[in-house]
Protein backbone atom coordinates (compact mmCIF):
# COMPACT_ATOMS: atom_id res chain seq x y z
CA UNK A 1 0.00 0.00 0.00
CA UNK A 2 1.16 3.55 -0.89
CA UNK A 3 0.48 6.78 0.24
CA UNK A 4 -0.66 9.46 -1.65
CA UNK A 5 -1.28 13.04 -1.33
CA UNK A 6 -3.54 15.53 -3.86
CA UNK A 7 -2.57 18.77 -3.96
CA UNK A 8 -6.32 20.79 -5.57
CA UNK A 9 -8.84 18.15 -4.42
CA UNK A 10 -11.45 20.11 -4.65
CA UNK A 11 -11.34 20.77 -8.59
CA UNK A 12 -12.91 18.54 -11.26
CA UNK A 13 -9.46 16.46 -11.86
CA UNK A 14 -9.12 16.60 -8.13
CA UNK A 15 -12.39 14.85 -7.56
CA UNK A 16 -11.76 12.58 -10.53
CA UNK A 17 -8.71 11.20 -8.96
CA UNK A 18 -10.42 10.42 -6.10
CA UNK A 19 -13.19 8.82 -7.63
CA UNK A 20 -11.07 6.42 -9.44
CA UNK A 21 -8.61 5.71 -6.77
CA UNK A 22 -11.68 4.39 -4.54
CA UNK A 23 -11.78 1.53 -6.50
CA UNK A 24 -7.48 1.30 -6.35
CA UNK A 25 -6.03 -1.83 -4.05
CA UNK A 26 -2.84 -0.68 -3.49
CA UNK A 27 -3.20 3.21 -2.45
CA UNK A 28 -4.59 5.15 0.61
CA UNK A 29 -4.99 8.78 0.46
CA UNK A 30 -2.66 10.31 2.71
CA UNK A 31 -3.25 14.45 2.28
CA UNK A 32 -6.32 15.88 0.17
CA UNK A 33 -5.58 19.88 0.00
CA UNK A 34 -8.14 22.75 -0.57
CA UNK A 35 -6.98 26.91 0.60
CA UNK A 36 -11.15 27.47 0.02
CA UNK A 37 -12.10 24.36 1.84
CA UNK A 38 -9.77 23.36 4.45
CA UNK A 39 -11.34 21.90 7.30
CA UNK A 40 -14.43 20.13 5.26
CA UNK A 41 -15.10 16.43 5.06
CA UNK A 42 -14.64 15.62 1.62
CA UNK A 43 -17.83 13.46 1.33
CA UNK A 44 -19.52 16.63 2.23
CA UNK A 45 -18.74 18.41 -0.50
CA UNK A 46 -18.77 15.16 -2.98
CA UNK A 47 -21.21 13.09 -1.54
CA UNK A 48 -20.78 10.45 -4.18
CA UNK A 49 -17.70 9.78 -1.95
CA UNK A 50 -19.98 8.93 0.93
CA UNK A 51 -18.51 5.64 2.98
CA UNK A 52 -15.34 5.58 0.60
CA UNK A 53 -12.58 7.76 2.81
CA UNK A 54 -14.35 8.23 5.81
CA UNK A 55 -12.65 10.79 7.99
CA UNK A 56 -10.80 12.30 5.19
CA UNK A 57 -11.00 16.12 4.93
CA UNK A 58 -9.42 18.77 3.08
CA UNK A 59 -6.69 20.37 4.74
CA UNK A 60 -4.29 23.68 3.41
CA UNK A 61 -1.22 22.67 1.57
CA UNK A 62 1.25 21.38 4.30
CA UNK A 63 4.43 20.61 2.76
CA UNK A 64 5.36 18.14 5.36
CA UNK A 65 2.22 16.61 5.35
CA UNK A 66 2.82 16.18 1.17
CA UNK A 67 6.68 14.93 1.88
CA UNK A 68 5.21 12.19 4.10
CA UNK A 69 3.42 10.66 0.74
CA UNK A 70 5.27 8.01 -1.75
CA UNK A 71 3.59 10.35 -4.54
CA UNK A 72 1.66 13.71 -4.95
CA UNK A 73 -0.46 14.70 -7.75
CA UNK A 74 -0.51 18.11 -8.29
CA UNK A 75 -4.30 19.00 -9.82
CA UNK A 76 -4.05 22.57 -9.44
CA UNK A 77 -3.81 25.77 -11.90
CA UNK A 78 -0.67 26.56 -14.35
CA UNK A 79 2.72 27.77 -11.43
CA UNK A 80 1.30 25.93 -7.97
CA UNK A 81 3.95 22.56 -8.77
CA UNK A 82 6.94 24.78 -10.06
CA UNK A 83 6.80 26.18 -6.35
CA UNK A 84 6.45 22.84 -4.66
CA UNK A 85 7.33 19.75 -6.67
CA UNK A 86 11.43 20.76 -5.98
CA UNK A 87 11.22 20.23 -2.33
CA UNK A 88 8.82 17.08 -2.35
CA UNK A 89 11.35 15.50 -4.76
CA UNK A 90 14.25 16.61 -2.89
CA UNK A 91 12.67 14.57 -0.07
CA UNK A 92 11.97 11.66 -1.70
CA UNK A 93 8.25 12.15 -2.89
CA UNK A 94 7.67 11.68 -6.48
CA UNK A 95 5.26 14.32 -8.37
CA UNK A 96 2.76 13.54 -11.06
CA UNK A 97 1.67 16.82 -12.10
CA UNK A 98 -1.44 17.10 -14.01
CA UNK A 99 -0.87 20.78 -14.78
CA UNK A 100 1.22 22.07 -17.86
CA UNK A 101 3.92 22.93 -15.18
CA UNK A 102 6.27 20.88 -16.68
CA UNK A 103 5.25 19.82 -20.17
CA UNK A 104 7.01 21.84 -22.53
CA UNK A 105 10.79 21.02 -22.33
CA UNK A 106 11.75 24.71 -23.39
CA UNK A 107 11.32 26.69 -20.54
CA UNK A 108 10.79 30.01 -22.55
CA UNK A 109 8.05 29.33 -24.83
CA UNK A 110 6.16 27.68 -21.48
CA UNK A 111 6.56 31.08 -20.65
CA UNK A 112 5.39 32.71 -23.67
CA UNK A 113 2.29 30.51 -24.22
CA UNK A 114 1.38 30.69 -19.53
CA UNK A 115 2.34 34.42 -19.73
CA UNK A 116 4.86 33.82 -16.27
CA UNK A 117 8.06 33.56 -15.89
CA UNK A 118 9.21 29.44 -15.65
CA UNK A 119 9.35 28.84 -11.56
CA UNK A 120 11.18 25.58 -11.95
CA UNK A 121 13.25 25.25 -15.26
CA UNK A 122 16.54 22.95 -13.42
CA UNK A 123 13.35 20.20 -12.62
CA UNK A 124 12.72 20.44 -16.73
CA UNK A 125 15.36 17.74 -17.85
CA UNK A 126 14.14 15.41 -14.74
CA UNK A 127 10.42 15.22 -16.16
CA UNK A 128 8.80 12.74 -18.20
CA UNK A 129 5.95 13.56 -20.08
CA UNK A 130 3.34 11.31 -18.97
CA UNK A 131 2.02 9.82 -22.54
CA UNK A 132 2.53 5.49 -21.41
CA UNK A 133 1.80 4.72 -25.47
CA UNK A 134 4.90 6.65 -25.73
CA UNK A 135 7.66 7.20 -22.60
CA UNK A 136 6.04 3.62 -20.53
CA UNK A 137 9.91 2.92 -20.18
CA UNK A 138 10.65 6.17 -18.89
CA UNK A 139 7.76 6.72 -16.76
CA UNK A 140 8.54 3.51 -14.57
CA UNK A 141 12.16 5.35 -13.83
CA UNK A 142 10.34 8.68 -13.13
CA UNK A 143 10.45 10.89 -10.10
CA UNK A 144 8.62 13.31 -11.96
CA UNK A 145 6.14 13.09 -14.48
CA UNK A 146 4.29 16.06 -16.37
CA UNK A 147 0.76 14.40 -17.35
CA UNK A 148 -0.13 15.50 -21.20
CA UNK A 149 -3.07 17.64 -21.52
CA UNK A 150 -6.53 16.88 -22.69
CA UNK A 151 -6.46 17.93 -26.33
CA UNK A 152 -2.99 17.30 -26.50
CA UNK A 153 -3.83 13.06 -25.65
CA UNK A 154 -6.16 12.95 -27.89
CA UNK A 155 -4.92 14.18 -30.92
CA UNK A 156 -1.37 12.82 -30.52
CA UNK A 157 -2.71 9.31 -29.97
CA UNK A 158 -4.76 9.27 -33.61
CA UNK A 159 -1.81 11.12 -35.15
CA UNK A 160 0.69 8.78 -34.06
CA UNK A 161 1.07 5.68 -36.04
CA UNK A 162 0.47 8.00 -39.29
CA UNK A 163 3.99 10.27 -38.17
CA UNK A 164 5.53 7.57 -36.83
CA UNK A 165 6.01 5.56 -40.48
CA UNK A 166 6.07 9.17 -42.09
CA UNK A 167 2.99 8.65 -44.30
CA UNK A 168 1.67 12.05 -43.98
CA UNK A 169 2.64 15.10 -44.94
CA UNK A 170 4.04 16.98 -41.44
CA UNK A 171 3.95 20.13 -42.76
CA UNK A 172 0.01 20.16 -43.08
CA UNK A 173 -1.65 18.53 -40.14
CA UNK A 174 -5.10 19.57 -38.75
CA UNK A 175 -6.66 18.74 -35.85
CA UNK A 176 -10.22 19.83 -35.19
CA UNK A 177 -11.23 19.25 -31.55
CA UNK A 178 -14.09 19.64 -29.31
CA UNK A 179 -14.40 19.68 -25.85
CA UNK A 180 -17.18 19.31 -23.14
CA UNK A 181 -17.05 22.42 -20.51
CA UNK A 182 -15.43 20.64 -17.47
CA UNK A 183 -12.30 20.97 -19.15
CA UNK A 184 -12.33 24.64 -18.52
CA UNK A 185 -12.15 23.45 -14.41
CA UNK A 186 -14.69 24.34 -11.70
CA UNK A 187 -14.05 27.78 -11.03
CA UNK A 188 -17.08 30.11 -12.11
CA UNK A 189 -16.50 31.44 -16.11
CA UNK A 190 -19.77 33.14 -17.60
CA UNK A 191 -18.47 30.70 -20.41
CA UNK A 192 -19.56 27.71 -18.39
CA UNK A 193 -22.77 29.17 -17.36
CA UNK A 194 -25.55 26.67 -18.51
CA UNK A 195 -27.49 29.17 -20.51
CA UNK A 196 -24.23 30.50 -22.29
CA UNK A 197 -22.76 27.18 -23.19
CA UNK A 198 -26.11 24.58 -23.98
CA UNK A 199 -27.44 24.51 -27.45
CA UNK A 200 -24.16 26.64 -28.49
CA UNK A 201 -21.00 25.55 -29.95
CA UNK A 202 -18.50 28.04 -30.41
CA UNK A 203 -14.43 27.70 -31.30
CA UNK A 204 -12.01 29.19 -29.47
CA UNK A 205 -8.37 29.53 -29.42
CA UNK A 206 -8.12 29.37 -33.26
CA UNK A 207 -5.30 31.62 -33.75
CA UNK A 208 -2.70 30.20 -31.04
CA UNK A 209 -4.34 27.59 -27.97
CA UNK A 210 -2.04 27.11 -25.19
CA UNK A 211 -1.65 23.26 -26.30
CA UNK A 212 -0.50 23.76 -29.68
CA UNK A 213 3.17 23.88 -28.81
CA UNK A 214 2.73 20.62 -26.70
CA UNK A 215 1.29 18.40 -29.59
CA UNK A 216 3.94 19.64 -31.83
CA UNK A 217 6.42 19.08 -29.33
CA UNK A 218 4.96 15.18 -28.89
CA UNK A 219 4.09 15.46 -32.94
CA UNK A 220 8.04 16.33 -33.84
CA UNK A 221 9.16 13.36 -31.90
CA UNK A 222 7.33 11.11 -33.63
CA UNK A 223 7.87 12.34 -37.08
CA UNK A 224 11.73 12.94 -35.88
CA UNK A 225 11.36 16.86 -37.96
CA UNK A 226 8.77 19.26 -37.20
CA UNK A 227 5.14 19.00 -37.82
CA UNK A 228 3.27 21.97 -39.11
CA UNK A 229 -0.37 21.77 -37.08
CA UNK A 230 -3.33 23.51 -37.43
CA UNK A 231 -5.32 23.06 -33.79
CA UNK A 232 -8.61 24.59 -33.58
CA UNK A 233 -10.50 23.84 -30.28
CA UNK A 234 -13.95 24.11 -29.75
CA UNK A 235 -16.47 24.22 -26.34
CA UNK A 236 -19.07 21.66 -27.04
CA UNK A 237 -22.18 21.70 -25.08
CA UNK A 238 -21.42 18.24 -23.16
CA UNK A 239 -20.19 17.63 -19.75
CA UNK A 240 -17.17 15.57 -20.54
CA UNK A 241 -15.59 14.81 -23.67
CA UNK A 242 -13.10 15.19 -26.42
CA UNK A 243 -13.82 14.52 -29.92
CA UNK A 244 -10.49 14.85 -32.29
CA UNK A 245 -10.87 14.83 -35.82
CA UNK A 246 -7.49 14.67 -37.09
CA UNK A 247 -6.69 15.23 -41.04
CA UNK A 248 -3.67 14.63 -43.12
CA UNK A 249 -2.49 14.44 -46.48
CA UNK A 250 -0.96 10.86 -47.33
CA UNK A 251 2.88 11.10 -49.51
CA UNK A 252 3.21 7.26 -49.27
CA UNK A 253 0.63 4.43 -50.15
CA UNK A 254 -0.68 3.44 -46.50
CA UNK A 255 -1.29 -0.01 -47.22
CA UNK A 256 -3.85 -1.16 -44.69
CA UNK A 257 -4.37 1.98 -42.47
CA UNK A 258 -6.63 -0.36 -40.40
CA UNK A 259 -3.99 -3.15 -39.60
CA UNK A 260 -1.08 0.14 -39.18
CA UNK A 261 -3.58 1.51 -36.17
CA UNK A 262 -4.61 -2.07 -35.21
CA UNK A 263 -1.02 -2.91 -34.62
CA UNK A 264 0.55 0.02 -33.45
CA UNK A 265 -1.71 0.12 -30.58
CA UNK A 266 -2.03 -3.74 -29.87
CA UNK A 267 -0.73 -3.91 -27.10
CA UNK A 268 -1.86 -0.54 -25.21
CA UNK A 269 -4.55 -1.21 -22.40
CA UNK A 270 -5.61 2.55 -22.64
CA UNK A 271 -6.24 2.22 -26.63
CA UNK A 272 -9.06 0.82 -28.48
CA UNK A 273 -8.79 0.81 -32.20
CA UNK A 274 -12.36 0.23 -33.47
CA UNK A 275 -13.64 -1.36 -36.92
CA UNK A 276 -13.28 -0.07 -40.06
CA UNK A 277 -15.97 2.36 -40.51
CA UNK A 278 -16.27 3.58 -37.07
CA UNK A 279 -17.47 6.72 -35.64
CA UNK A 280 -16.76 6.50 -32.19
CA UNK A 281 -18.71 8.35 -29.55
CA UNK A 282 -18.12 10.40 -26.59
CA UNK A 283 -20.34 8.92 -24.49
CA UNK A 284 -18.71 5.09 -25.11
CA UNK A 285 -15.30 6.55 -23.46
CA UNK A 286 -17.52 8.66 -20.45
CA UNK A 287 -15.75 8.06 -17.06
CA UNK A 288 -12.90 5.82 -18.34
CA UNK A 289 -9.47 5.40 -19.11
CA UNK A 290 -9.75 4.45 -22.89
CA UNK A 291 -8.92 5.85 -26.35
CA UNK A 292 -11.01 5.06 -28.94
CA UNK A 293 -9.77 5.76 -32.51
CA UNK A 294 -11.21 5.39 -35.83
CA UNK A 295 -9.08 5.35 -39.08
CA UNK A 296 -11.15 6.47 -42.74
CA UNK A 297 -9.64 7.49 -45.91
CA UNK A 298 -12.77 8.82 -47.87
CA UNK A 299 -12.97 7.63 -51.56
CA UNK A 300 -9.76 6.13 -51.31
CA UNK A 301 -8.27 9.14 -51.89
CA UNK A 302 -5.15 10.96 -50.64
CA UNK A 303 -6.95 12.39 -47.37
CA UNK A 304 -6.37 10.26 -44.00
CA UNK A 305 -9.34 11.17 -41.21
CA UNK A 306 -8.85 9.95 -38.06
CA UNK A 307 -11.77 10.05 -35.13
CA UNK A 308 -10.18 9.97 -31.26
CA UNK A 309 -12.45 10.26 -28.15
CA UNK A 310 -11.28 10.47 -24.79
CA UNK A 311 -13.15 11.51 -21.74
CA UNK A 312 -11.13 14.84 -21.05
CA UNK A 313 -11.08 14.38 -16.91
CA UNK A 314 -9.95 10.34 -17.18
CA UNK A 315 -7.48 9.69 -20.37
CA UNK A 316 -6.86 13.16 -20.51
CA UNK A 317 -6.15 13.95 -16.58
CA UNK A 318 -7.05 11.92 -13.83
CA UNK A 319 -6.67 8.06 -15.25
CA UNK A 320 -3.96 9.32 -17.12
CA UNK A 321 -2.22 10.62 -14.33
CA UNK A 322 -3.39 6.57 -12.01
CA UNK A 323 -1.82 4.86 -15.31
CA UNK A 324 1.87 7.09 -14.44
CA UNK A 325 1.37 6.33 -10.84
CA UNK A 326 0.89 2.79 -11.49
CA UNK A 327 3.69 2.41 -13.86
CA UNK A 328 6.11 4.11 -11.54
CA UNK A 329 5.44 1.41 -8.82
CA UNK A 330 5.09 -1.15 -10.26
CA UNK A 331 1.32 -1.92 -10.12
CA UNK A 332 -0.75 -3.19 -12.51
CA UNK A 333 -0.73 -0.41 -15.54
CA UNK A 334 -4.49 -0.32 -15.23
CA UNK A 335 -5.63 -0.87 -11.74
CA UNK A 336 -8.29 1.59 -10.64
CA UNK A 337 -9.19 1.98 -14.50
CA UNK A 338 -11.02 -1.28 -15.24
CA UNK A 339 -14.90 -0.50 -15.06
CA UNK A 340 -16.32 0.53 -18.52
CA UNK A 341 -18.08 3.80 -19.93
CA UNK A 342 -22.01 4.66 -18.62
CA UNK A 343 -24.32 3.70 -21.49
CA UNK A 344 -26.52 5.67 -22.10
N1 LIG B 1 -10.45 19.95 -16.45
C1 LIG B 1 -9.82 19.21 -17.36
O1 LIG B 1 -10.44 18.58 -18.24
C2 LIG B 1 -8.34 19.10 -17.34
C3 LIG B 1 -7.55 19.84 -16.47
N2 LIG B 1 -6.19 19.72 -16.49
C4 LIG B 1 -5.35 20.53 -15.62
O2 LIG B 1 -5.42 20.03 -14.29
C5 LIG B 1 -5.29 21.11 -13.38
C6 LIG B 1 -6.54 21.14 -12.50
O3 LIG B 1 -7.67 21.32 -13.34
P1 LIG B 1 -9.16 21.37 -12.77
O4 LIG B 1 -9.36 20.27 -11.79
O5 LIG B 1 -10.05 21.47 -13.93
O6 LIG B 1 -9.10 22.77 -11.99
P2 LIG B 1 -10.13 23.41 -11.01
O7 LIG B 1 -10.09 24.86 -11.28
O8 LIG B 1 -11.43 22.68 -11.10
O9 LIG B 1 -9.47 23.12 -9.55
C7 LIG B 1 -8.25 23.66 -9.16
C8 LIG B 1 -7.86 23.16 -7.75
O10 LIG B 1 -6.59 23.72 -7.38
C9 LIG B 1 -6.67 24.35 -6.09
N3 LIG B 1 -5.80 25.53 -6.14
C10 LIG B 1 -5.99 26.67 -6.88
N4 LIG B 1 -4.96 27.52 -6.70
C11 LIG B 1 -4.09 26.91 -5.84
C12 LIG B 1 -2.86 27.30 -5.27
N5 LIG B 1 -2.28 28.47 -5.57
N6 LIG B 1 -2.25 26.44 -4.40
C13 LIG B 1 -2.82 25.24 -4.08
N7 LIG B 1 -4.01 24.83 -4.61
C14 LIG B 1 -4.64 25.65 -5.48
C15 LIG B 1 -8.15 24.67 -5.93
O11 LIG B 1 -8.52 24.63 -4.55
P3 LIG B 1 -8.33 25.85 -3.54
O12 LIG B 1 -8.37 27.11 -4.35
O13 LIG B 1 -9.46 25.71 -2.58
O14 LIG B 1 -6.98 25.60 -2.88
C16 LIG B 1 -8.83 23.52 -6.66
O15 LIG B 1 -8.98 22.41 -5.79
C17 LIG B 1 -5.14 22.40 -14.21
O16 LIG B 1 -3.78 22.70 -14.38
C18 LIG B 1 -5.77 22.00 -15.52
O17 LIG B 1 -5.30 22.78 -16.57
C19 LIG B 1 -5.60 18.82 -17.30
C20 LIG B 1 -6.31 18.08 -18.18
C21 LIG B 1 -7.74 18.19 -18.31
C1 LIG C 1 -12.88 23.62 -22.52
C2 LIG C 1 -11.58 24.24 -22.02
O1 LIG C 1 -11.56 25.38 -21.58
N1 LIG C 1 -10.51 23.48 -22.07
C3 LIG C 1 -9.23 23.93 -21.60
C4 LIG C 1 -8.25 22.81 -21.77
C5 LIG C 1 -8.39 21.79 -20.70
C6 LIG C 1 -7.28 21.88 -19.72
O2 LIG C 1 -7.50 21.99 -18.55
O3 LIG C 1 -6.09 21.89 -20.26
P1 LIG C 1 -4.78 21.18 -19.68
O4 LIG C 1 -4.96 19.78 -20.06
O5 LIG C 1 -3.65 21.82 -20.37
O6 LIG C 1 -4.64 21.39 -18.26
C7 LIG C 1 -8.67 25.07 -22.41
O7 LIG C 1 -8.95 25.19 -23.59
O8 LIG C 1 -7.81 25.79 -21.86
Given at each position: MIKVGIVGGTGYTGVELLRLLA????VEIEAITSRSEAGLAVDELYPNLRGHYPGLAFSEPDPERLAACDAVFFATPHGVAHALAGELLERGTRVID????????DAEEWARWYGQPHGAPALLEAAVYGLPEVNRDAIRQARLIAVPGCYPTAVQLGLLPLLEQRLIDPDHVIADCKSGVTGAGRGAKVGSLLAEASESMKAYG??????LPEIRQGLGQAAGQPVGLTFVPHLTPMIRGIHATLYGRL?????DLQALFEQRFADEPAVDVMPAGSHPETRSVKGTDICRLAVHRPGDGDTVVVLAVIDNLVKGASGQAIQNLNLMFGFDEMAGLQAPALMP
Open positions: GHPDLSADFRLKASGHRHTNDPG
